[in-house]
Protein backbone atom coordinates (compact mmCIF):
# COMPACT_ATOMS: atom_id res chain seq x y z
CA UNK A 1 0.00 0.00 0.00
CA UNK A 2 1.49 3.64 -0.77
CA UNK A 3 2.25 5.47 1.97
CA UNK A 4 -0.41 8.29 0.31
CA UNK A 5 -3.40 6.10 0.70
CA UNK A 6 -2.23 4.73 4.18
CA UNK A 7 -2.59 7.71 5.47
CA UNK A 8 -5.48 8.59 3.87
CA UNK A 9 -7.07 5.47 5.46
CA UNK A 10 -5.30 5.77 9.18
CA UNK A 11 -7.36 9.29 9.22
CA UNK A 12 -10.82 7.44 8.60
CA UNK A 13 -10.05 4.62 10.76
CA UNK A 14 -9.99 2.41 8.16
CA UNK A 15 -7.85 -0.63 6.92
CA UNK A 16 -8.09 -1.03 3.21
CA UNK A 17 -9.68 1.06 0.46
CA UNK A 18 -13.34 0.15 0.89
CA UNK A 19 -14.27 1.87 -2.88
CA UNK A 20 -10.72 0.92 -5.11
CA UNK A 21 -11.46 1.69 -8.62
CA UNK A 22 -9.79 -2.27 -9.27
CA UNK A 23 -12.16 -5.45 -9.15
CA UNK A 24 -11.88 -6.72 -5.28
CA UNK A 25 -13.03 -9.71 -5.14
CA UNK A 26 -12.05 -10.17 -1.50
CA UNK A 27 -15.24 -8.27 -0.27
CA UNK A 28 -17.75 -9.97 -2.73
CA UNK A 29 -21.25 -8.51 -1.94
CA UNK A 30 -23.60 -11.34 -2.06
CA UNK A 31 -26.97 -10.59 -3.15
CA UNK A 32 -29.09 -14.11 -3.42
CA UNK A 33 -29.62 -14.11 -7.19
CA UNK A 34 -25.60 -13.34 -7.86
CA UNK A 35 -24.64 -15.63 -5.67
CA UNK A 36 -27.28 -18.33 -7.07
CA UNK A 37 -26.06 -17.30 -10.83
CA UNK A 38 -22.51 -17.84 -9.63
CA UNK A 39 -22.73 -21.64 -8.11
CA UNK A 40 -24.34 -22.57 -10.92
CA UNK A 41 -21.88 -21.16 -13.80
CA UNK A 42 -19.42 -23.36 -11.23
CA UNK A 43 -20.79 -26.40 -11.78
CA UNK A 44 -21.67 -26.09 -15.53
CA UNK A 45 -17.91 -25.90 -15.60
CA UNK A 46 -17.10 -28.63 -12.91
CA UNK A 47 -19.50 -30.71 -14.88
CA UNK A 48 -17.83 -29.58 -18.40
CA UNK A 49 -21.20 -28.82 -20.06
CA UNK A 50 -20.17 -26.11 -22.32
CA UNK A 51 -19.72 -22.61 -23.47
CA UNK A 52 -20.31 -19.92 -19.88
CA UNK A 53 -21.15 -16.55 -20.90
CA UNK A 54 -20.88 -13.63 -19.00
CA UNK A 55 -22.23 -10.15 -19.99
CA UNK A 56 -22.78 -6.38 -18.18
CA UNK A 57 -22.75 -2.55 -18.70
CA UNK A 58 -19.36 -0.99 -17.90
CA UNK A 59 -18.82 -1.08 -13.85
CA UNK A 60 -21.74 -3.94 -13.14
CA UNK A 61 -18.43 -6.26 -11.84
CA UNK A 62 -17.96 -8.43 -14.45
CA UNK A 63 -13.97 -8.47 -13.66
CA UNK A 64 -14.76 -9.25 -9.72
CA UNK A 65 -17.11 -12.29 -11.26
CA UNK A 66 -14.73 -14.12 -12.78
CA UNK A 67 -12.55 -13.54 -10.09
CA UNK A 68 -14.78 -14.65 -7.89
CA UNK A 69 -15.80 -17.75 -9.49
CA UNK A 70 -11.86 -18.75 -10.03
CA UNK A 71 -11.69 -18.69 -6.51
CA UNK A 72 -14.88 -21.46 -6.08
CA UNK A 73 -12.81 -23.65 -8.46
CA UNK A 74 -9.65 -23.26 -6.75
CA UNK A 75 -8.44 -26.48 -5.48
CA UNK A 76 -11.22 -28.53 -6.93
CA UNK A 77 -9.08 -30.02 -9.61
CA UNK A 78 -9.69 -27.43 -12.02
CA UNK A 79 -6.36 -25.46 -14.19
CA UNK A 80 -7.15 -21.73 -15.34
CA UNK A 81 -6.07 -20.01 -18.67
CA UNK A 82 -6.98 -16.50 -18.03
CA UNK A 83 -6.95 -13.46 -21.01
CA UNK A 84 -7.24 -10.16 -20.31
CA UNK A 85 -5.93 -8.59 -23.26
CA UNK A 86 -8.72 -9.40 -25.92
CA UNK A 87 -6.79 -6.92 -28.16
CA UNK A 88 -4.41 -10.16 -29.32
CA UNK A 89 -6.59 -11.95 -32.08
CA UNK A 90 -6.39 -15.22 -33.98
CA UNK A 91 -3.12 -16.80 -33.89
CA UNK A 92 -1.64 -14.63 -30.88
CA UNK A 93 -4.68 -15.11 -28.70
CA UNK A 94 -4.26 -19.25 -29.18
CA UNK A 95 -0.45 -18.49 -28.08
CA UNK A 96 -1.41 -16.30 -25.20
CA UNK A 97 -3.80 -19.58 -24.14
CA UNK A 98 -1.04 -21.91 -24.35
CA UNK A 99 1.68 -19.87 -22.40
CA UNK A 100 -1.10 -19.08 -19.37
CA UNK A 101 -1.25 -22.83 -19.26
CA UNK A 102 2.39 -23.35 -19.24
CA UNK A 103 2.65 -24.53 -22.81
CA UNK A 104 5.16 -23.16 -25.52
CA UNK A 105 3.57 -21.79 -28.33
CA UNK A 106 4.95 -23.39 -31.87
CA UNK A 107 4.18 -20.77 -34.42
CA UNK A 108 1.47 -21.94 -36.45
CA UNK A 109 -2.26 -22.59 -35.48
CA UNK A 110 -2.22 -26.05 -36.43
CA UNK A 111 0.55 -27.05 -34.32
CA UNK A 112 -0.37 -24.91 -31.16
CA UNK A 113 -3.90 -26.76 -31.59
CA UNK A 114 -2.35 -30.41 -31.50
CA UNK A 115 -0.48 -28.98 -28.47
CA UNK A 116 -3.47 -27.92 -26.75
CA UNK A 117 -4.98 -30.38 -27.31
CA UNK A 118 -2.16 -33.25 -26.02
CA UNK A 119 -2.11 -31.09 -23.26
CA UNK A 120 -5.63 -31.30 -22.38
CA UNK A 121 -6.20 -35.14 -23.19
CA UNK A 122 -3.17 -35.69 -20.65
CA UNK A 123 -4.81 -33.25 -17.89
CA UNK A 124 -8.26 -35.17 -18.51
CA UNK A 125 -7.15 -38.39 -17.64
CA UNK A 126 -5.57 -37.00 -14.87
CA UNK A 127 -9.31 -36.34 -13.94
CA UNK A 128 -8.39 -32.27 -13.71
CA UNK A 129 -10.62 -29.92 -15.79
CA UNK A 130 -9.21 -27.50 -17.75
CA UNK A 131 -11.00 -23.57 -17.79
CA UNK A 132 -10.08 -20.72 -20.37
CA UNK A 133 -11.59 -17.61 -19.31
CA UNK A 134 -11.85 -14.24 -21.66
CA UNK A 135 -12.50 -10.88 -20.20
CA UNK A 136 -13.43 -8.07 -22.42
CA UNK A 137 -14.61 -10.56 -24.54
CA UNK A 138 -16.64 -8.45 -26.95
CA UNK A 139 -13.51 -7.01 -28.71
CA UNK A 140 -12.94 -10.75 -30.18
CA UNK A 141 -12.93 -10.72 -33.85
CA UNK A 142 -15.01 -13.22 -36.23
CA UNK A 143 -11.60 -15.06 -36.64
CA UNK A 144 -11.49 -15.34 -33.15
CA UNK A 145 -14.15 -16.62 -32.73
CA UNK A 146 -14.52 -19.12 -34.94
CA UNK A 147 -11.08 -20.31 -33.32
CA UNK A 148 -12.85 -20.81 -29.94
CA UNK A 149 -15.39 -22.80 -31.59
CA UNK A 150 -12.53 -24.99 -33.10
CA UNK A 151 -11.17 -25.38 -29.19
CA UNK A 152 -14.65 -26.97 -27.99
CA UNK A 153 -14.21 -29.57 -30.92
CA UNK A 154 -11.66 -31.14 -28.67
CA UNK A 155 -13.55 -33.38 -26.84
CA UNK A 156 -13.78 -37.11 -25.58
CA UNK A 157 -16.71 -39.39 -26.80
CA UNK A 158 -18.86 -37.70 -24.19
CA UNK A 159 -16.91 -34.39 -22.49
CA UNK A 160 -15.58 -31.27 -24.08
CA UNK A 161 -11.81 -31.48 -23.09
CA UNK A 162 -12.28 -27.09 -22.66
CA UNK A 163 -14.20 -25.39 -21.19
CA UNK A 164 -14.83 -21.43 -22.23
CA UNK A 165 -16.18 -18.40 -19.99
CA UNK A 166 -16.36 -15.23 -22.32
CA UNK A 167 -17.21 -12.09 -20.50
CA UNK A 168 -17.79 -8.95 -22.11
CA UNK A 169 -20.15 -5.78 -22.96
CA UNK A 170 -23.65 -6.47 -23.79
CA UNK A 171 -23.17 -6.44 -27.58
CA UNK A 172 -20.94 -9.58 -27.01
CA UNK A 173 -24.58 -10.85 -27.28
CA UNK A 174 -24.84 -9.48 -30.94
CA UNK A 175 -21.42 -10.37 -31.74
CA UNK A 176 -22.42 -13.95 -30.83
CA UNK A 177 -25.60 -13.80 -33.05
CA UNK A 178 -24.16 -13.75 -36.16
CA UNK A 179 -24.95 -16.42 -38.46
CA UNK A 180 -21.13 -17.02 -39.43
CA UNK A 181 -20.75 -18.07 -35.49
CA UNK A 182 -23.89 -20.24 -34.51
CA UNK A 183 -22.20 -23.26 -34.39
CA UNK A 184 -20.56 -21.77 -31.65
CA UNK A 185 -23.57 -19.90 -29.93
CA UNK A 186 -25.75 -23.13 -29.42
CA UNK A 187 -23.08 -24.84 -27.44
CA UNK A 188 -23.88 -22.15 -24.49
CA UNK A 189 -25.16 -23.45 -21.46
CA UNK A 190 -25.08 -21.03 -19.45
CA UNK A 191 -25.73 -17.17 -19.71
CA UNK A 192 -25.03 -14.74 -16.81
CA UNK A 193 -26.44 -11.21 -17.19
CA UNK A 194 -25.18 -8.44 -14.22
CA UNK A 195 -27.50 -5.29 -13.72
CA UNK A 196 -27.08 -2.69 -11.41
CA UNK A 197 -27.73 -2.48 -8.09
CA UNK A 198 -31.63 -1.68 -7.40
CA UNK A 199 -31.88 1.25 -5.17
CA UNK A 200 -32.68 -0.84 -2.01
CA UNK A 201 -29.78 -2.28 -2.32
CA UNK A 202 -26.97 0.67 -2.51
CA UNK A 203 -27.29 1.49 1.37
CA UNK A 204 -26.03 -2.28 2.13
CA UNK A 205 -23.65 -2.60 -0.43
CA UNK A 206 -21.95 0.41 0.77
CA UNK A 207 -22.44 -0.43 4.51
CA UNK A 208 -20.84 -3.79 3.78
CA UNK A 209 -18.15 -2.54 1.57
CA UNK A 210 -17.25 -0.17 4.68
CA UNK A 211 -17.53 -3.25 7.32
CA UNK A 212 -15.17 -4.96 5.18
CA UNK A 213 -12.58 -2.24 4.95
CA UNK A 214 -12.70 -2.05 9.16
CA UNK A 215 -15.12 0.31 9.75
CA UNK A 216 -15.24 0.85 13.63
CA UNK A 217 -18.39 1.43 15.49
CA UNK A 218 -20.24 3.44 14.84
CA UNK A 219 -17.65 5.20 12.27
CA UNK A 220 -19.03 6.24 8.71
CA UNK A 221 -22.11 6.14 7.73
CA UNK A 222 -24.47 6.75 4.92
CA UNK A 223 -27.59 8.06 5.49
CA UNK A 224 -31.03 6.79 3.68
CA UNK A 225 -31.84 9.88 2.14
CA UNK A 226 -28.01 9.76 0.85
CA UNK A 227 -28.48 6.19 -0.34
CA UNK A 228 -31.74 7.22 -2.73
CA UNK A 229 -29.47 10.57 -3.85
CA UNK A 230 -26.22 7.73 -4.28
CA UNK A 231 -28.60 5.94 -6.26
CA UNK A 232 -30.00 8.52 -8.52
CA UNK A 233 -26.23 10.00 -9.20
CA UNK A 234 -25.16 6.41 -10.09
CA UNK A 235 -27.86 4.83 -11.73
CA UNK A 236 -26.93 1.74 -9.63
CA UNK A 237 -23.55 1.36 -11.38
CA UNK A 238 -21.56 0.03 -8.94
CA UNK A 239 -18.41 1.22 -10.61
CA UNK A 240 -19.59 5.09 -10.75
CA UNK A 241 -20.91 3.96 -6.47
CA UNK A 242 -17.03 3.64 -5.81
CA UNK A 243 -16.14 6.87 -7.59
CA UNK A 244 -18.70 8.63 -5.87
CA UNK A 245 -18.00 7.26 -2.30
CA UNK A 246 -14.11 7.71 -3.08
CA UNK A 247 -15.16 11.50 -3.35
CA UNK A 248 -17.42 11.23 -0.37
CA UNK A 249 -14.90 10.15 2.21
CA UNK A 250 -12.40 13.27 1.68
CA UNK A 251 -15.69 15.40 2.89
CA UNK A 252 -15.36 13.70 6.27
CA UNK A 253 -11.97 14.53 7.55
CA UNK A 254 -13.09 17.17 8.89
CA UNK A 255 -15.85 15.88 11.19
CA UNK A 256 -15.25 13.95 14.57
CA UNK A 257 -14.59 10.12 14.49
CA UNK A 258 -18.10 9.52 16.02
CA UNK A 259 -20.00 12.08 13.70
CA UNK A 260 -19.14 10.91 9.97
CA UNK A 261 -22.15 10.44 8.89
CA UNK A 262 -22.94 10.76 4.71
CA UNK A 263 -25.97 13.19 3.75
CA UNK A 264 -27.34 14.00 0.47
CA UNK A 265 -25.73 17.07 0.00
CA UNK A 266 -22.44 15.51 0.26
CA UNK A 267 -23.59 12.80 -2.02
CA UNK A 268 -24.50 15.46 -4.71
CA UNK A 269 -21.25 17.00 -3.91
CA UNK A 270 -18.75 14.60 -4.47
CA UNK A 271 -20.74 13.09 -7.55
CA UNK A 272 -20.78 16.87 -9.07
CA UNK A 273 -16.91 16.35 -8.38
CA UNK A 274 -16.49 12.48 -10.35
CA UNK A 275 -18.49 13.96 -12.94
CA UNK A 276 -20.80 10.98 -12.23
CA UNK A 277 -23.80 10.47 -14.15
CA UNK A 278 -26.61 7.83 -14.05
CA UNK A 279 -27.20 5.64 -17.42
CA UNK A 280 -30.53 6.09 -18.67
CA UNK A 281 -32.43 3.20 -18.17
CA UNK A 282 -35.07 1.98 -21.36
CA UNK A 283 -38.73 2.09 -20.68
CA UNK A 284 -40.31 -1.54 -20.52
CA UNK A 285 -43.88 -0.80 -21.42
CA UNK A 286 -44.61 0.08 -24.72
CA UNK A 287 -47.18 2.64 -25.12
CA UNK A 288 -49.78 1.02 -27.60
CA UNK A 289 -49.68 -1.89 -24.47
CA UNK A 290 -50.87 1.00 -21.99
CA UNK A 291 -54.50 -0.60 -21.15
CA UNK A 292 -53.43 -3.75 -21.16
CA UNK A 293 -50.95 -2.71 -18.63
CA UNK A 294 -53.21 -0.43 -16.52
CA UNK A 295 -55.68 -3.60 -16.68
CA UNK A 296 -52.58 -5.46 -15.10
CA UNK A 297 -51.98 -2.99 -12.24
CA UNK A 298 -55.57 -2.48 -11.12
CA UNK A 299 -55.38 -6.98 -11.04
CA UNK A 300 -52.20 -6.40 -9.09
CA UNK A 301 -53.93 -3.88 -6.70
CA UNK A 302 -56.86 -5.71 -5.65
CA UNK A 303 -54.41 -9.22 -5.19
CA UNK A 304 -52.16 -7.00 -2.99
CA UNK A 305 -55.37 -5.52 -1.01
CA UNK A 306 -55.82 -9.30 0.15
CA UNK A 307 -52.50 -10.02 0.77
CA UNK A 308 -51.97 -6.78 2.82
CA UNK A 309 -54.83 -7.82 4.60
CA UNK A 310 -54.15 -11.64 5.20
CA UNK A 311 -50.63 -9.86 6.80
CA UNK A 312 -51.93 -7.20 9.18
CA UNK A 313 -52.10 -9.77 12.05
CA UNK A 314 -48.48 -10.01 12.19
CA UNK A 315 -46.10 -8.28 14.46
CA UNK A 316 -43.72 -5.23 13.79
CA UNK A 317 -41.04 -7.61 14.64
CA UNK A 318 -41.79 -10.26 11.92
CA UNK A 319 -42.97 -7.88 8.74
CA UNK A 320 -41.64 -4.01 8.15
CA UNK A 321 -43.99 -2.22 5.64
CA UNK A 322 -40.58 -0.43 4.31
CA UNK A 323 -41.59 1.98 1.42
CA UNK A 324 -37.63 3.47 0.94
CA UNK A 325 -38.92 6.72 1.59
CA UNK A 326 -37.73 9.03 4.01
CA UNK A 327 -40.31 8.68 6.77
CA UNK A 328 -42.21 11.69 8.68
CA UNK A 329 -40.27 12.32 12.24
CA UNK A 330 -44.15 12.25 14.45
CA UNK A 331 -45.19 8.64 12.81
CA UNK A 332 -41.69 7.32 13.62
CA UNK A 333 -41.40 8.23 16.81
CA UNK A 334 -45.02 6.93 18.08
CA UNK A 335 -43.81 3.78 16.64
CA UNK A 336 -40.63 3.73 18.49
CA UNK A 337 -38.91 2.71 15.12
CA UNK A 338 -38.84 3.59 11.80
CA UNK A 339 -39.82 0.58 9.40
CA UNK A 340 -36.40 0.40 8.10
CA UNK A 341 -34.91 -0.32 11.83
CA UNK A 342 -38.70 -3.14 12.23
CA UNK A 343 -36.58 -4.65 9.00
CA UNK A 344 -33.25 -4.61 9.88
CA UNK A 345 -34.32 -5.87 13.82
CA UNK A 346 -36.12 -9.18 11.67
CA UNK A 347 -33.27 -9.61 9.65
CA UNK A 348 -31.11 -9.72 13.17
CA UNK A 349 -33.44 -12.07 14.48
CA UNK A 350 -33.08 -14.70 11.91
CA UNK A 351 -29.45 -15.24 13.53
CA UNK A 352 -25.98 -15.08 13.31
CA UNK A 353 -25.64 -16.31 9.44
CA UNK A 354 -26.15 -13.88 7.20
CA UNK A 355 -29.69 -14.09 5.59
CA UNK A 356 -30.88 -14.75 2.55
CA UNK A 357 -32.62 -11.64 1.22
CA UNK A 358 -34.62 -11.32 -2.51
CA UNK A 359 -37.25 -9.61 -4.09
CA UNK A 360 -40.52 -12.01 -4.38
CA UNK A 361 -43.87 -11.89 -6.01
CA UNK A 362 -47.17 -11.80 -4.39
CA UNK A 363 -48.01 -14.87 -5.89
CA UNK A 364 -44.87 -16.58 -4.62
CA UNK A 365 -45.93 -15.41 -0.99
CA UNK A 366 -49.42 -16.60 -1.59
CA UNK A 367 -48.22 -20.41 -1.97
CA UNK A 368 -45.77 -20.26 1.30
CA UNK A 369 -48.30 -23.10 4.15
CA UNK A 370 -46.29 -20.39 6.49
CA UNK A 371 -44.29 -17.26 6.78
CA UNK A 372 -42.58 -18.54 10.04
CA UNK A 373 -39.06 -16.98 10.23
CA UNK A 374 -39.84 -14.91 7.09
CA UNK A 375 -38.95 -11.00 6.91
CA UNK A 376 -41.05 -9.25 4.47
CA UNK A 377 -41.47 -5.32 3.29
CA UNK A 378 -43.11 -3.65 0.66
CA UNK A 379 -40.81 -1.52 -1.27
CA UNK A 380 -41.73 0.93 -4.33
CA UNK A 381 -40.78 -1.88 -7.28
CA UNK A 382 -43.01 -4.87 -5.26
CA UNK A 383 -42.01 -7.60 -2.06
CA UNK A 384 -38.62 -7.40 -0.13
CA UNK A 385 -38.46 -11.16 1.83
CA UNK A 386 -35.48 -12.10 4.00
CA UNK A 387 -34.79 -15.18 5.63
CA UNK A 388 -32.47 -17.89 7.23
CA UNK A 389 -31.79 -20.39 4.32
CA UNK A 390 -31.77 -24.19 5.20
CA UNK A 391 -31.62 -26.00 1.74
CA UNK A 392 -28.69 -24.14 0.17
CA UNK A 393 -27.49 -24.12 -3.65
CA UNK A 394 -23.96 -25.44 -2.68
CA UNK A 395 -25.83 -28.77 -1.94
CA UNK A 396 -28.09 -28.66 -4.66
CA UNK A 397 -25.76 -28.13 -7.38
CA UNK A 398 -22.91 -30.79 -6.06
CA UNK A 399 -22.35 -33.25 -9.23
CA UNK A 400 -22.55 -36.22 -6.93
CA UNK A 401 -25.81 -38.69 -7.56
CA UNK A 402 -27.87 -39.57 -4.53
CA UNK A 403 -27.97 -35.76 -3.15
CA UNK A 404 -30.50 -36.39 -0.02
CA UNK A 405 -31.70 -32.93 -0.62
CA UNK A 406 -32.20 -33.39 -4.14
CA UNK A 407 -34.43 -36.58 -3.38
CA UNK A 408 -36.62 -35.47 -1.43
CA UNK A 409 -37.44 -32.54 -3.61
CA UNK A 410 -37.57 -35.04 -6.53
CA UNK A 411 -40.49 -36.92 -4.57
CA UNK A 412 -42.34 -33.39 -4.03
CA UNK A 413 -42.04 -32.82 -7.42
CA UNK A 414 -43.19 -36.06 -8.80
CA UNK A 415 -46.07 -35.70 -6.15
CA UNK A 416 -47.07 -32.41 -7.94
CA UNK A 417 -46.97 -34.12 -11.02
CA UNK A 418 -44.12 -32.17 -12.34
CA UNK A 419 -41.24 -34.62 -12.32
CA UNK A 420 -41.25 -38.26 -14.38
CA UNK A 421 -38.13 -39.27 -13.79
CA UNK A 422 -36.09 -41.55 -11.66
CA UNK A 423 -35.18 -40.68 -8.09
CA UNK A 424 -31.44 -40.35 -8.28
CA UNK A 425 -30.68 -37.24 -6.26
CA UNK A 426 -29.17 -35.83 -9.38
CA UNK A 427 -30.03 -32.15 -10.78
CA UNK A 428 -30.22 -32.81 -14.53
CA UNK A 429 -31.70 -31.86 -17.40
CA UNK A 430 -35.33 -33.26 -16.33
CA UNK A 431 -34.87 -31.96 -12.44
CA UNK A 432 -34.02 -28.51 -13.81
CA UNK A 433 -37.37 -28.84 -16.70
CA UNK A 434 -39.66 -30.27 -13.33
CA UNK A 435 -37.85 -26.55 -11.32
CA UNK A 436 -38.95 -24.53 -14.07
CA UNK A 437 -42.46 -25.54 -13.89
CA UNK A 438 -43.27 -25.74 -10.20
CA UNK A 439 -41.40 -21.79 -10.60
CA UNK A 440 -43.38 -21.19 -13.10
CA UNK A 441 -47.00 -22.40 -11.39
CA UNK A 442 -45.83 -20.82 -8.04
CA UNK A 443 -44.71 -16.82 -9.58
CA UNK A 444 -40.90 -17.11 -10.03
CA UNK A 445 -38.86 -17.13 -13.08
CA UNK A 446 -38.87 -20.27 -14.81
CA UNK A 447 -35.23 -20.64 -15.19
CA UNK A 448 -34.79 -24.16 -14.02
CA UNK A 449 -32.73 -23.32 -11.23
CA UNK A 450 -32.51 -23.59 -7.34
CA UNK A 451 -32.52 -20.17 -6.54
CA UNK A 452 -32.99 -18.93 -2.85
CA UNK A 453 -36.53 -18.10 -2.88
CA UNK A 454 -37.34 -21.16 -4.78
CA UNK A 455 -35.69 -23.17 -2.35
CA UNK A 456 -37.24 -21.69 0.55
CA UNK A 457 -40.47 -22.42 -1.15
CA UNK A 458 -39.52 -26.16 -1.02
CA UNK A 459 -38.57 -25.71 2.50
CA UNK A 460 -41.64 -24.64 3.85
CA UNK A 461 -43.69 -26.67 1.59
CA UNK A 462 -41.27 -30.04 3.14
CA UNK A 463 -42.28 -28.81 6.43
CA UNK A 464 -45.54 -28.38 6.02
CA UNK A 465 -45.82 -31.78 5.20
CA UNK A 466 -43.67 -33.52 7.67
CA UNK A 467 -46.05 -31.63 10.02
CA UNK A 468 -48.82 -33.27 8.29
CA UNK A 469 -47.94 -36.96 8.45
CA UNK A 470 -45.20 -39.09 10.58
CA UNK A 471 -41.83 -38.39 9.84
CA UNK A 472 -39.72 -40.33 7.39
CA UNK A 473 -36.23 -40.95 6.46
CA UNK A 474 -36.79 -39.01 3.47
CA UNK A 475 -38.51 -35.79 5.43
CA UNK A 476 -37.08 -35.44 9.24
CA UNK A 477 -34.57 -33.70 8.35
CA UNK A 478 -36.92 -30.62 6.78
CA UNK A 479 -38.93 -29.62 10.23
CA UNK A 480 -39.07 -25.84 11.33
CA UNK A 481 -37.10 -26.51 14.16
Known sequence: MNP????????????????PPTPDAAA??????????????????????????LTGEIGTGKSTFLRRLLFSLDGEGVVTSMVFNTF???????????????????????ADIDTLNRFLVQQWRAQVTCVLMIDDAQNLTLESLELLRLLTNLETGQEKLLQIVLAGQPELRDNLEQ???????????????????????????????????????????????????????????PRRIHQIMDRCLYGLYAQPADQRVIDAALVHTAAAEAGARPLRRRRRILWKKAPLALAASIAGGLVLFALVAALAVRSDASYADDHALPVPAAPAAAAGQTPGQRWDACLQGLGTTA??????????????????????????????????????????????????????????LRDAGLYD??????????????????????GLPPSGAPDPATLLLFDTLLAARAAASPPSPETQHHGNG
Open 355 to 412: PQVQAVSETWLARLPSREGLCLRRLPEGWQAGWQARLRVEDFLAAADGQAEVLVVQAL
Open 28 to 53: WFQTARLEAERVEAAHCLRTRAGFVL
Open 421 to 442: GALDGRYGPRMRAAIGRFQQHN
Open 4 to 19: ALARHLQTLGLERAPF
Open 179 to 237: PGIRQLTSRICKHVQLDVLAADEVQRYVHYRLEAAGNPSPGIRLRADAAQALHRASGGN
Open 88 to 110: LQGPDLLAAVLRDFGLEARGTPA
